[in-house]
T-cell receptor, first 114, second 112 residues
Framework: ETAVFQTPNYHVTQVGNEVSFNCKQTLGHDTMYWYKQDSKKLLKIMFSYNNKQLIVNETVPRRFSPQSSDKAHLNLRIKSVEPEDSAVYLC?????????????FGPGTRLTVL | GDSVTQTEGQVALSEEDFLTIHCNYSASGYPTLFWYVQYPGEGPQLLFRASRDKEKGSSRGFEATYDKGTTSFHLRKASVQESDSAVYYCALSLTGYQNFYFGKGTSLTVIP
């Protein structure tokens, strides 16, 4: 099956803990992304990764960092979670960075910070 | 700056009603415009896209026409069904990785 896969589906943790979310795509794409979707369904891009080149949205706090072992994997680590990090984190991939490229999304990881 | 504006946050319709979700954009260049749909528990998926003035995108009975003059890409469907209940996002993309912007999303509820 070709798709974007994310684990875990849900994660509950306490303020100050470190968490890590996994993302794998089997579509053979060159570019991967992480988005944050808040409780009002607002989608904001956090990171883009292409050919070992990482592009960071300047508004993303430094406690967030993406980690990639190859072009099919892009994980997300949060070093010390804060309550405002509660959200759904969506991973996506596309065949290239061209402006016509469709993005394929995973089902998301819902993070709850107590 | 570059942005997408969806004016409707929530829409409630009865089955067979006509749907319009307004999308206006602001972009420094010539963007590609997208409509994505997100069903509960899933990630967004592409409905369709358009990249040229007057180009019409369509899928599953939904359609939108790229209008450079009014900077709009309004989503329409003549007769909605309960299965169309979802969140709809208008988005634009400009050349380059980070120039991808989503509107705030419109939650559509269709009552049978």
């Amino acid at each position: 099956e070709t798709a974007v896969f994310q684990t875990p589906n849900y994660h509950v943790t306490q303020v100050g803990n470190e968490v890590s979310f996994n993302c794998k795509q089997t579509l053979g794409h060159d570019t991967m992304y992480w988005y944050k979707q808040d409780s009002k369904k607002l989608l904001k891009i956090m990171f883009s990764y292409n050919n070992k080149q990482l592009i960071v949205n300047e508004t993303v706090p430094r406690r967030f960092s993406p980690q990639s072992s190859d072009k099919a994997h892009l994980n997300l680590r949060i070093k010390s979670v804060e309550p405002e990090d509660s959200a759904v984190y969506l991973c996506a991939s596309s065949s290239d960075w061209g402006n016509y490229a469709e993005q394929f999304f995973g089902p998301g990881t819902r993070l709850t910070v107590l | 700056g570059d942005s997408v504006t969806q004016t409707e946050g929530q829409v409630a319709l009865s089955e067979e009603d006509f749907l319009t979700i307004h999308c206006n954009y602001s972009a420094s260049g010539y963007p590609t415009l997208f409509w994505y749909v997100q069903y509960p528990g899933e990630g967004p998926q592409l409905l369709f896209r358009a990249s040229r003035d007057k180009e019409k995108g369509s899928s599953r009975g939904f359609e939108a026409t790229y209008d450079k003059g009014t900077t709009s890409f309004h989503l329409r469907k003549a007769s909605v069904q309960e299965s169309d209940s979802a969140v709809y996002y208008c988005a634009l993309s400009l050349t380059g990785y980070q120039n991808f912007y989503f509107g705030k999303g419109t939650s559509l509820t269709v009552i049978p």
